[in-house]
Structures are given as C-alpha cells and as structure tokens.
Nanobody
Framework: QVQLVESGGGLVQAGGSLRLSCAAS????????MGWFRQAPGKEREFVAA????????YYADSVKGRFTISRGNAKNTVYLQMNSLKPEDTAVYYC??????????????????WGKGTLVTVSS
C-alpha cells in the first residue's frame, strides 16, 4: 500500500527547533512533488512548503519564510521540514502530501494524490 508517514513532532518551547520527516513507501516518488501542510486547532488546513520532484523549485508560505526549510533525500522518497524559531502560532498537526504536479502541491487542492496521517507539533510560550 502507498503510504506517507510523518514523524518528528512533539512539544517544544517557543524559539526552539524541530525537524519533521515524511517517509513515502509503496511506490517510487522520484517524479512527485511533495509538500507540508498544517492544521491548527479551530482553523482550516493551510499550506506550509512545497518542493518539486527534482528539488529545484521550492515555495514557502509567508508565515514560515526564513524559519522553515523543506528538503528531500537523494532517493526522493523522503521529505523533511526543518523548523527553527518556532512560535506558539506554529502549533498544529503537520501533514505531508505528494502529487505529480508541483502546482497542485503549492495550491493544496483536493486533487492531491496522497496524504499522510499527520504529526502533532505543540509550541509552548
């Protein structure tokens, strides 16, 4: 079965750092763009970051620019989100996603091929 599994979430103080990982399995994702989304309590899901299949094109939400970094492993079946200078408003369940079309990941449409189950990040003040 095709799966995306997130890990690395947890509790961290404001100003701290976490690194999230998303491991894809069940097929090759070398030709897939991948991205991160998050959903905070009482809010709708929002886009965080996207990376193209080759890793050349990268796009961040304004709220995380300069603080978060998205990357993927050489095999292209793993994507990471390095989160620095965390703020309480970063508290959310973080989801990874994948689609062959980069713009689909950037826009976060419901045409996304695959979604992970999410990992919780809690930032205390």
């Amino acid at each position: 079965q095709v799966q995306l599994v997130e890990s690395g979430g947890g509790l961290v103080q404001a100003g701290g750092s976490l690194r999230l990982s998303c491991a894809a399995s069940g097929r090759t994702f070398a030709s897939y763009a991948m991205g991160w989304f998050r959903q905070a309590p009482g809010k709708e899901r929002e886009f965080v970051a996207a990376i193209s299949s080759g890793g050349v094109s990268i796009y961040y939400a304004d709220s995380v620019k300069g603080r978060f970094t998205i990357s993927r492993g050489n095999a292209k079946n793993t994507v990471y989100l390095q989160m620095n200078s965390l703020k309480p408003e970063d508290t959310a369940v973080y989801y990874c996603a994948a689609d062959p079309i980069y713009n689909t990941v950037v826009s976060g449409t419901n045409d996304m091929d695959y979604w992970g189950k999410g990992t919780l990040v809690t930032v205390s003040s």
